[in-house]
Each structure stands twice: as C-alpha cells, then as structure tokens.
C-alpha cells in the first residue's frame, strides 16, 4: 500500500529496510517488491529517491498500456518527473505453473519461448506462502517432491536457460523500451475491491466472454476496481488509515522542529502500522481479522504516547474538531491521559474510537456485517449440498478456492445497516427479540441510529473535556410521526478512565409516549470463546460467560466485561434499571481455506421501557480499568 501512505514514510521505510541488508547480509539493495503489486505512475520517483533502481510487476500492468506476451520478455524503463526505474514484467503463465502444474509444464513454456538469435527474459516473483502455506502446497511442494524435481529440470536444462539476479540482468541486457503504466494490481485484487454489486457484475462479465470463448482475447480490456476504493468500501480500513495519516503528519512536523530520538522510534511504530495486511480483503482474511486489526492500532497508539511525550501533552486534555476521517463531516477528538475517543456528530453522534492507552488497545476494533460479492457462493454451495449431498470440489488455485470450515454457514449471512460502534441510539417496536435485533429482522421506530447529530456545545474544563450532541428528530407512535429531541453530554475526565454519558430525551407532546429506548456499545476483545474474556454482572460472573454468548437480563443496572489477557475491564452503569442485551458480532468471510465465521465483537443493549411525558433523563456510565483478579 506504498501509494497511500506520505511519501517521507515511504522513503523513511526503504531506506530502513535497505540499512538493515546492507549491516546484515552486506549487500545493498537496489530493488523491491511492491506489496500486492499496487502501482500508481507516481512510485518511480519515490522509489528512485529511496535508491531503489528496479522493481517487479504483473504482466497485466503491462498488458493495460497495449504491450503484448511477445513484447515482454524483457525489462523496461519507466519514470516519473524525471526520475527513472527499471521494470520487470511478472509472468502470469509462471505464476499459474509454479508450483500447481508439473515441473514438466514450466519447462514445455519456457523452450516455447526461447530464442538462440536473441536473448529473451521471463521472470517469476510471487509470494512465498504458495509453498507450503495455500491450502494442499505443503503436501504438493514437500511430500510430492514438486520443488525437488523443479529444480532438477532447471539444473539439466542450464545449456539454454540462465538464471540470473535482477541485477545481473539489468547489466546484460537493455530495457526494451519506454513505458508508462497504469494505476493497477493483479486482477483478482481489482475485482475484490469493487463494491458488492458490481464485484458480481464482474464476474458475469468474464463468464460471458469465456462462454463466448473470446476471454483470453479480450481479458486485458476487463479490469475491476482501484487499490484505494479499499477506504471506501470498508470504513474500518479508512479509520484505520486516516489515524495512521494522523499521526503520520504529527511526527513529521515535530521532526522539523526537533531531534527527540522518540520521534524516531513513533516513526518506527507507525511503519509497522502502515503494514498492508488488514487495510484490504478479498480471498484472504485481512481486514475480517480482528488480530490483524488489533496490531495495527497496538502500533498507532504506541506511537501516539511517544509523540505526546516530545510534545509533553502526555498529561494534558486536548479537544479537537477537524474531518478526522476525511468523509466531509467534522468528527470531535477527545485525548485524556488515558483514554482517546473519536465522535462522530453527523453519524448517530456515535463513538468509532476508543483506545485504552495503558493497554494500547482500541476497545472499538469492531467490524460491520456487510454483503460481499462471493456470499451468494455461500448458498449455492448449500444448495448444492442439499441436491449432491457432497460439497464441491476443491481446486488448485486459491483464487478459485470454495469450500466451508463449518455446516450451515450461510445462515450467519446477516447485514448491518450501521456501523457496529458505541453510543447508538435506538427506539425499538414492540414485537423486537434479542434474536431478532441481532439479526437485524427489526424495526426502527426512530430516526436517530444513522441521523445527523449537531455539537451543540464543547468545553476543555481543567479536570474534564466535555462535549454535547443534539438531533431534532421522530419517533412513530400511533400511526403518526412524533417530534423528539435527544441530547446526550459525554464528558471524559482527566484523572480517570471514565466516560460519562447524560442522555435527555425531550417532547413537546401534550399526551405521553410510550417508547423503547436503547443504547448500543459494541467491543471488539479478539476472542469470543475463550475462558479468560467474559461478562459479569454485579461482580458476579454471569453462568454463559463467554463474549460470544447470548443472552438477557432484567432490570438491572450493571454489565460488565473481563479481558484477563489484555488487563482489561469494563464496567457500563446506567442510573436506571434497564433490560441488558448481549450478543456476539460474527462475520462470514473468505480465507485461505475457505468460508469461515469468525467473531468480532460483543453487542450489548441497554434498553428502557419509557412513558414520555415532556423528558426523560438517565446517566450510562463506562469505566475501563486494569483486571485485578
């Protein structure tokens, strides 16, 4: 993901990286690989300031400004505002052979290819997990004896075929020629980063020309989507993202002002959380890993401490109105010695950050169920099922990969149509179950779950920051739209992990109004099932504990969740009696060994029973602490 982030990290991360082989293996670099092969025309220039004078690429890439299989055995040369680079063409002949083909077949396209009146290069780069970590590589590569005889083949064959280093390359040969090269990836990961609908579409379309037998002939002018679209499509990815931008242009501005070491090691720390691994998904976990997440945020926040420390606001409060997550609507920051909270006034007035910095965890690591464009793989393998009584079987290639960890997966397929945050307001109908509010299969009798909340008020008070949020909005009662306003006040003191919540519901119906109202948190605790995360209630640990149960109790004014692992607990109080909801979050998604669910985070509702008469007031209270058994 080098093109979406500052290009002073970027060179910051080369020069590194390069420092690091250069003490270690005595070699210094003078190439790289481009992680998912995401290029943009910009990168040659970065990359030639880092000292790097090669990289390697798709043939897509290529193919997408007109070159041809017969044009690209070779290397070409590129460059941006004057700033050269040499560029390998990646094989995508030897990338679908090796290793899922016969030694035999890399061999037959390589003697296909070659030339005693010319010298012709191909090139193969590609991850090391197809040997031995993709599903069924192990046993194919090792057991089988794929990689032995591999390299058998290559040894007898070395009269004609040469292999040789980047570099050895670039001094024996000429560039083929000029070239510039689209925004691009490989084609599988442009595809995954379209929206649901049109990931579809897509497939349809390339069915079409294979059923049409003109794919191969046409498959350069199909392309998906953008490597960016990716903070589009996932709002997590982009909060993720927009922190990381954050702190980012902080420790470059406190760098031009100061030689603090501890700039260096924040800048260290948020390298590591600008590694591509959870910013994307597709047939790989990424962002549906909540551990991948997790390290992401460990390194941010980590960061965000050394920076506060140069700057010596790390015991101070700091109130900040700024378009956070650059989605057009200003967000509210509140930074206490112990807590950081991310509002956002126009959605909901909801909180979408929440890190605690003694542990340097963001308790609102959360993630949405929404559609992708495989789900509809999901039933037609259970339909398949139910009609074969067998399920499909597997192929070779990953990218075709469809098979189930688990029976009855499909019937997890539930959509959110709000971000799985913390203080949602709700106003449920009558006839709602926790089963059903879970599975969203409810209705909302309100406006206010995804309305646009005003800050009506901030205040940085000595010992406290305060803000509080108001929406004019409706409530339906009796067949007709009832006016309703909500203000809720939330304050963070200084000294404490705390965060109170004051919430005043207010009509100016002459008649009462019989309400359900609820107050949505989610938290996102890694581990739904295992024994050292789980609920409590009034300090008694409730009998199905774990942060992936479900369940119900009535008329009580506490719930609160243990994390031993992380040193984590938290405590949510409400002034009034409330029925409490709690239930797990999990998500259907592909991996490298197919379909899975795999839990996210813990809901709970608080909820209440109202007769409106003018206003209605009630405090929530979260307070997050060490665990202490």
Known sequence: MGAVIPEEDRIGQIRKQSRWVKDHLKQEPKGMWLAERVWEPGLPSTLHKAGMRYSV????????????????????????????LRIFPISQKLRYTIPFQDPQETLNYLREIAS??????IVFADDGEKFGVWPGTHDLVFRR???????????????????????EAINRLKPLGRVYLPTASYAEMMQWSLPSDAFRKYEEFEHYLKEHQVYNQYAVFVRGGFWRNFLAKYPESNQMHKRMLYLSRKAWSLKQKSDNPLIDQALDHIWAGQCNCPYWHGVFGGLYLGHIRHAIYHELITADKL????????????????????????EVLLETPNLNL??????????????????????????????????????????????????REQVASIHDLVTSKE??????????????????????????????????????????????????????QRDALIIELMREGKVKYADQEVPLRIAKQIRVPREN????????????????????????FNFGMLAGYTDDRYYFCDDEILPRRNLASRGEINQKNHLGIVDEYNNIRVDLRSDVAAKIWRFPIETISLSEGGFERVYQSSTILFSYRIELNKKWNVLLQMKISGFKK
Request: glycine share 6%.
């Open 407 to 460: 029976e009855g997966l499909e019937k997890y397929l539930h959509y959110d149509f709000y971000e799985r945050k913390s203080l949602i307001d709700h106003f449920l109908a009558d006839d709602t179950t926790i089963e059903k509010f879970q599975a969203v299969d409810y209705a909302e009798v309100g406006d206010f779950v995804n309305g646009e909340y005003q800050l009506a008020k901030k205040t940085r």
């Open 57 to 84: 690429i798709d043939d897509a890439h290529f193919k997408y400004s007109g070159l041809h299989d017969e044009d690209l055995l070779g290397y070409y040369i590129t460059e941006d505002t004057g700033y050269p």
């Open 307 to 330: 920076l506060r420390k140069v700057e010596g606001t790390e015991n101070k409060l700091n109130l900040v109105e700024t378009d956070y997550n650059q989605d057009g609507y200003q």
């Open 342 to 391: 991310c509002i956002e006034p126009a959605k909901g007035g909801r909180i979408c950050e929440l890190d605690y910095l003694p542990a340097n965890f963001n308790l609102l690591n959360t993630l949405t169920r929404r559609e992708e464009g495989y789900h509809h793989k999901l039933w037609e393998m259970a339909q398949a099922k139910e009609n074969t009584g067998s399920d």
């Open 116 to 121: 005693e009146a010319e010298d012709r290069l």
């Open 145 to 167: 004896g794929w990689l032995e005889n591999f390299f058998h083949l290559i040894q007898e064959n070395r009269s004609w075929i040469n292999v040789l280093h980047f570099s």
């Open 497 to 520: 992990s705390e965060i109170s919540v004051s919430y005043r519901l207010q009509t100016d119906s002459p008649a009462k109004v019989p309400l359900w109202f609820g107050v949505e």
